[in-house]
């Protein structure tokens, strides 16, 4: 049973660049059956999808965010990484990393989630 | 971007009720379309793809319904278990987007 495990800072300053890892265990990220996606959650709202990557390091960002983002997959360590530089209030959020199979479109599996404060 | 509009927001409900939450989009997408359930504090799970395929595990009384822009997802009998937050999800095109949320409260 595959299962996803977020980790990094729950405090980030204002302007500065927030990073997040996902550990993936019970399965491998170099699958190439599946693309691993970071989704984030600002407090009491909805879902927002941030990208994707493929295991190749192929990438697909979301354009309100792609300025700022970068995911990169480690496959040594079978983690995938999330950078958001610039950040503002208004990245906070609980992230979620979770997988997409190739193909397919939806998250079947997702990680239970981190939460990230920006402030000073 | 595709748009989604979930409705209702809110939804009132009681054990036992059949329960109904709409997803309309701004353009269509075929049978691109997921349901996930969240409770609070905890991520979604994907309950529904394809529309109307039901997730491996998820009880039979989740149905889902619908093509092009208009989709439905219902509880036939509602369990105490049940009371959510339900989201909406098309992977038509990127970006991957998401509706704004119907959450199911005890009536």
């Known amino acids: 049973q595959v299962q996803l495990q977020e980790s990094g800072p729950g405090l980030v300053k204002p302007s500065e660049t927030l990073s997040l890892t996902c550990t993936v265990s019970?399965?491998?990220?170099?699958?190439?059956?599946?693309?691993w996606s970071w989704i984030r959650q600002p407090p009491g709202k909805g879902l927002e999808w941030i990208g994707y990557?493929?295991?190749?390091?192929?990438?697909n960002y979301n354009p309100s965010l792609k300025s700022r983002v970068t995911i990169s997959v480690d496959t040594s360590k079978n983690q995938f990484s999330l950078k958001l530089s610039s950040v503002t209030a208004a990245d906070t959020a609980v992230y979620y990393c979770?997988?997409?199979?190739?193909?397919?479109?939806?998250?079947?599996?997702w990680g239970k989630g981190t939460t990230v404060t920006v402030s000073s | 971007v595709i748009w989604m509009t979930q409705s209702p927001s809110l939804l009132s409900a009681s054990t036992g009720d059949r329960v109904t939450i709409s997803c309309r989009m701004s353009?269509?997408?075929?049978?691109?379309l997921a349901w996930y359930q969240q409770k609070p504090g905890k991520a979604p799970e994907l309950l529904i793809y394809?529309?109307?395929t039901l997730q491996s595990g998820v009880p039979s009384r989740f149905s889902g319904s619908g093509s092009g822009t208009d989709f439905t997802l219902t509880i036939s009998c509602l369990q105490s278990e049940d009371f959510a937050t339900y989201y909406c999800?098309?992977?038509?095109?990127?970006?991957?987007?998401f509706g704004q949320g119907t959450k199911v409260e005890i009536k």
């Open positions: 979770a997988r997409e199979a190739v193909a397919k479109g939806y998250m079947d599996v």
């Open positions: 019970g399965g491998s990220v170099s699958s190439g059956s599946y693309y």
């Open positions: 990557i493929y295991y190749s390091g192929s990438t």
């Open positions: 353009q269509g997408i075929s049978s691109y």
């Open positions: 394809a529309a109307s």
């Open positions: 999800q098309q992977y038509y095109s990127f970006p991957r987007t």
